[in-house]
């Protein structure tokens, strides 16, 4: 069933909860709310607090709200991100450590920033530093967003491992991910989009205690309904977020559009 109130629609698959507003503004700004009451609860208790930042158009509208919020204690934020494709550098456009400058590190006054060298010449030990790095950041807060393939962060169906031994580890990019990384506007072309990508895997995602995931527009819809429907498998990586204890899902109306049909008797 889908509870519905004047803001938003409100629904629960699993352990996953999902609220669904108007438009891609109101549920960044839900997002951001989640986000600023988790941190503040953090500073209440006295605690410094670990975040994992999202990156592409999933996150624009919940980055700016967030840094535009007053009186956020920014200063107890260790921040870490989820992902960086392998060979650009950080003045690239579609560079993540460039987007995350932009829209969020050089908005605020954050504790301290880690980000992924994609840069670096050997990716391999790039991904044994970073995790060892989320390891000292220890994160319990993650803003994440869900790929048009159903990927968490860069695991795409054919690399992602719920079991994956390893916390950090470099991807091939499917031909569905580099399509979406140049539809949205951050390569020229398909042929331009990296190839590579470094990335915290499923089971470093899962192990925060709090998944704030953002998931706003059309190109969007199909993928929401099968992560609501499909078993849960690798085959569309974000199913397992039905599992996790305390994750919610932020959609608008366009990114929702399939779901009332999903979920109520045909």
Not at 12 to 38: D, H, Q
Not at 173 to 200: H, K, N, P, Y
Request: include cysteine.
């Amino acid at each position: 069933m889908i509870a519905e109130n004047a803001e938003a629609k409100h629904l629960k698959i699993g352990t996953m909860k999902v609220e669904i507003y108007p438009n891609s503004k109101m549920a960044g700004m839900a997002a951001a709310r989640a986000t600023a009451l988790a941190m503040k609860e953090r500073e209440q208790a006295g605690d410094v607090v670990g975040i994992i930042f999202a990156t592409g158009a999933s996150q624009l509208e919940t980055l700016d709200a967030l840094t535009s919020m007053k009186g956020l204690p920014w200063n107890i934020v260790r921040g870490v991100h989820l992902d960086e494709y392998v060979g650009i550098p950080a003045d690239h456009p579609a560079s993540f450590r460039r987007y995350l400058r932009e829209r969020l590190t050089d908005k605020v006054s954050m504790r301290e920033f880690f980000e992924i060298d994609g840069s670096a010449p050997n990716p391999e030990l790039t991904c044994v530093a970073y995790a060892e790095t989320v390891r000292s950041v220890d994160p319990r807060i993650c803003l994440l967003g869900i790929g048009e393939n159903g990927h968490l962060a860069f695991n795409d169906p054919d690399v992602a491992d719920f079991s994956d031994p390893q916390d950090v580890k470099v991807v091939h990019l499917d031909e569905m991910c580099r399509q979406q990384q140049a539809a949205e506007g951050w390569f020229t072309s398909v042929d331009d989009v990296a190839g590579d990508a470094i990335t915290l895997t499923i089971p470093t995602v899962l192990r925060v205690p709090k998944l704030i995931v953002s998931v706003p527009g059309g190109r969007k819809a199909k993928i929401m309904r099968r992560t609501v429907e499909d078993p849960i498998s690798t085959e569309c990586p974000a199913t397992i977020l039905r599992t996790h204890p305390d994750v919610t899902v932020y959609l608008d109306a366009d990114s929702a559009q399939y779901l009332d049909g999903a979920l109520t008797p045909r």
